[in-house]
């Protein structure tokens, strides 16, 4: 038996070693540029405070003590928490809907169907709340013109009490179709043989949907929901758009990205803002780690 000749593995094992430097280094320097330096720079600026007299000085985490002690940020918080708890589930439980609706095989017109569903998402958010926000308004748009032709005396959804309500009706028109995407291609995956056998032992399509196909969407439900909680939390273009035609309605702090925002951009206080942010971006990873580790379990 002829023995094969040795190739160093040194050399070899540094060939492949570069090789795949090569491949995952553009995407490195490209993560490093857009994400880290932000990041890096954030929290530099968040260990600053500028001051009338004095200048720019280092003052520790001073900032983090004022904005966890913050009444504004709180309430900021509390309301895309309130938006989160109301607007997900129902958004996820239509997407679901959707979602087992096309996947049933029943429903006339499935690719029609399917596309004008999830067209709303191709939509740029800014043109879709520009289109929600003209028909919001009672007195230059669709709610003012059903008042006025039927004598009606609809509420105005730019209201106050309403405009969460309002944000999340635009979020969830958007974000139907995304959502219902991810689930519909779980449930393609699924094996057909299981929904014959199901069948051939009398299975009805409700009890099919509970025992197979709800079972098997689990980890697309657990994607959706964390992506949904993380949108939900960087709550920004709505408010900010509809700030022009409802400014008694969306304060400075409706949101926290509105609130980091506004202390950026109209109060100059770049450090105060950067430490909002960092805030709010660790309760947001720490709720989404927590979601998704119970999601694991549950699966498991």
């Known amino acids: 038996m002829v023995a094969a000749p040795r190739v160093s593995r040194r050399v070899a094992g540094g060939r492949r070693s570069w090789a795949g430097w090569r491949f995952v280094g553009p995407f490195l320097v490209v993560f490093a540029l857009v994400f880290l330096a932000p990041v890096v720079y954030s929290v530099y600026l968040s260990l600053f405070r500028t001051r009338l007299i004095g200048g720019t000085a280092f003052v520790g985490a001073d900032n983090y003590l004022a904005a966890l002690a913050d009444p504004q940020f709180w309430s ?39 596309l004008a569903v999830f067209l709303p998402y191709a939509v740029p958010a800014v043109v879709a709340t520009l289109m929600w926000g003209f028909m919001y308004g009672n007195r230059f748009g669709l709610v003012g013109n059903l008042n006025e032709t039927f004598g009606l005396s609809l509420p105005d959804p730019l209201s106050a009490d ?139």
């Open 76 to 114: 900021a918080f509390g309301n895309v928490t309130l938006f989160l708890v109301v607007q997900v589930p129902i958004m996820l439980f239509l997407s679901l809907l959707v979602a087992l609706a096309i996947d049933s095989g029943r429903l006339y017109g499935t690719s029609f169907f399917r």
């Open 162 to 300: 309403l405009i969460l309500a309002s944000i999340g009706n635009i979020v969830t028109w958007e974000f139907v179709g995304y959502n219902m995407l991810i689930l519909y291609s779980a449930l393609r995956v699924v094996n057909p043989s299981l929904y014959e056998a199901a069948e051939i032992d009398g299975a009805s399509q409700v009890r099919i949907v509970y025992a197979i196909k709800l079972p098997a969407l689990r980890g697309a439900l657990l994607i959706a929901t964390i992506f949904s909680i993380i949108g939900s939390f960087q709550l920004f273009n709505e408010p900010s758009i509809l700030k022009t035609l409802a400014p008694n309605a969306i304060t400075t702090y409706l949101t926290p990205n509105l609130y980091a925002y506004s202390l950026s951009f109209d109060g100059q206080r770049f450090n105060y803002s950067a430490t909002v942010a960092i805030v709010m971006g660790v309760i947001t990873m720490i709720i989404a780690y927590v979601v998704q580790l119970r999601g694991m379990r549950k699966e498991g």
